[in-house]
């Protein structure tokens, strides 16, 4: 088929990535929403690619974000904002007022640090105490995020209102991981009485046409859940 100019030009951006990644995932919206084409390439993180270790040699990991005569872009936040920045008319993720845009971007700092962080460090807690508070703790913060979205949504389908915002993009990711880890220790992590309002977001996200194909299969999960706990064994213990 032949390609139009544009088009020809910017199928030549490549992202780098993992299929399991949400901050990969996420990437993967906010192309697929601003209908930005691009070429994907799946990273072997036992034999990380020249590509990627050139591209992010500080921290050596997915996304990165390639284009022609361009420096790489890392960091999953950086690559979207970039993206909303030089392709503002494609799909409009953030609002126009810098102080609506800087709360909006002061939660997806708190989702980013406060809340996904915690299913790392339930996985990496060994003891059943540990494991029961960390879940206390992730069932509390459902609670700070269903008012978030009641606030944001203002009555609306999705954070952004209307139409999928940069929230969306920013919590949508996370929802595979949400499901597996609820799954994997026995809780549910989105619940229909306590977070009502998530529950009906989420299903919307996981039914969007731009998300659909992104979100990664519970297996998949699981193959990757694997890889990270043979990859970390725990610390031995030495006297």
């Not at 915002?165 to 949400?178: M, S």
Request: with cysteine.
């Amino acid at each position: 088929m032949h390609q139009s100019h544009s088009m020809a030009e910017t199928s030549q951006i490549k992202l780098l990535g993992s299929v399991a990644s949400p901050f990969v995932n996420r990437v993967q919206f906010v192309l697929n929403l601003k209908s930005i084409n691009y070429e994907y390439v799946e990273e072997d993180f036992d034999n990380k690619s020249e590509l990627l270790l050139a591209s992010n040699p500080l921290l050596k990991r997915v996304p990165v974000l390639i284009q022609p005569n361009k420096p790489p872009l890392c960091e999953s936040r950086i690559i979207i904002d970039y993206l909303e920045e030089i392709f503002p008319d494609a799909y409009k993720l953030l609002p126009s007022d810098p102080a609506d845009r800087a709360v909006i971007q002061f939660w997806a700092y708190y989702i980013d640090t406060e809340f996904f962080p915690l299913y790392g460090r339930l996985r990496k807690t060994p003891d059943k105490e540990g494991k029961e508070a960390l879940k206390k703790q992730i069932i509390e913060q459902t609670r700070v995020l269903e008012k978030t979205f009641v606030k944001f949504s203002n009555g609306k389908p999705y954070f952004g209102g209307d139409d999928v915002g940069y929230l969306d993009v920013i919590l949508g990711c996370f929802l595979g991981w949400t499901k597996f880890v609820g799954n994997f220790n026995n809780f549910k992590i989105l619940e229909e009485i306590r977070t009502p309002k998530l529950v009906e977001w989420s299903n919307r996200i996981l039914s969007h046409e731009h998300f659909k194909g992104v979100i990664p299969e519970q297996e998949k999960l699981m193959d990757f859940y694997k890889w990270l706990t043979r990859a970390r064994p725990p610390p031995r213990v030495t006297t």
